[in-house]
């Protein structure tokens, strides 16, 4: 069964310091997107997009965070200068285009620990 | 804003029992509803998919419905074993875009 696969599974960073976090979607959907968990808490939206553009961000979404496809398969998050409250599971999505039969499908994750 | 309530929080039976989990949304205005397993520390698996059109989704041991003009969707489980034991979440899916996730049922069934 196809697999978003989401690298690296663990990542420790220094506050202030930026992190590049890696998505490799389903090879035929085209809407992509990030969620994260804090520990104990609810999945929270963060972004999606389609056709190389953001189509919606929620209001965690400001200006340290930013999406990028940069080349035909990867999708990534990169987090500008990391705070202690970014700690956190990230996760990425996809699903088909138009036709939203299959629902999303996730990866399994990178959890975030700024230190 | 979209709200969802999972009810219980928590649960915990003994194999072999059916159970009902619990989801309330607050905007009926959905496009489809998505049911996920979610073991300690890992991913979001994907169980079942309701579109706003249907009533009800099932796989294997699994039934979801969907009422969505009550805002109200229950997860059936027959016949639970030790494997099921995760937490479960509901999200229902607003327009073409994003998911709102509930905090969750933590289920722990014993042998």
């Known amino acids: 069964e196809p697999e978003v696969t989401q690298t690296p599974s663990h990542q420790v960073t220094q506050m202030g310091q930026e992190v590049i976090l890696r998505c490799v979607p389903i090879?035929?959907?085209?809407?992509f997107y990030w969620y994260r968990q804090i520990l104990g808490q609810k999945v929270e939206f963060l972004v999606s997009?389609?056709?190389?553009?953001?189509?919606?961000k929620s209001e965690i979404f400001d200006d340290q965070f930013s999406v990028e496809r940069p080349d035909g398969s990867n999708f990534t998050l990169k987090i500008r200068s990391t705070k202690l409250e970014d700690s956190a599971m990230y996760f990425c999505?996809?699903?088909?285009?138009?036709?939203?039969?299959?629902?999303?499908?996730f990866g399994s994750g990178t959890r975030l620990t700024v230190v | 804003k979209q709200e969802v309530t999972q009810i219980p929080a928590a649960l915990s039976v003994p194999e072999g029992e059916n159970l009902v989990l619990n989801c309330s949304f607050t905007d009926s205005a959905i496009y489809n509803l998505q049911w996920f397993r979610q073991d300690p520390g890992k991913g979001l698996t994907s169980l079942l998919l309701i579109q706003s059109s249907q009533r009800e989704q099932t796989s294997g041991r699994l039934n979801a419905s969907l009422d969505k003009s009550s805002g109200r969707s229950t997860l059936y489980i027959a016949a639970s074993q030790p494997g099921d034991s995760a937490t479960y979440l509901c999200?229902?899916?607003?327009?073409?875009?994003?998911?709102?996730f509930g905090k969750g049922t933590m289920l722990l069934v014993s042998p």
């Open positions: 090879s035929n959907h085209l809407y």
């Open positions: 997009f389609y056709n190389n553009e953001i189509s919606e």
């Open positions: 999505a996809s699903s088909e285009p138009r036709v939203r039969s299959y629902g999303y499908t």
């Open positions: 999200a229902p899916e607003r327009g073409y875009s994003t998911l709102t």
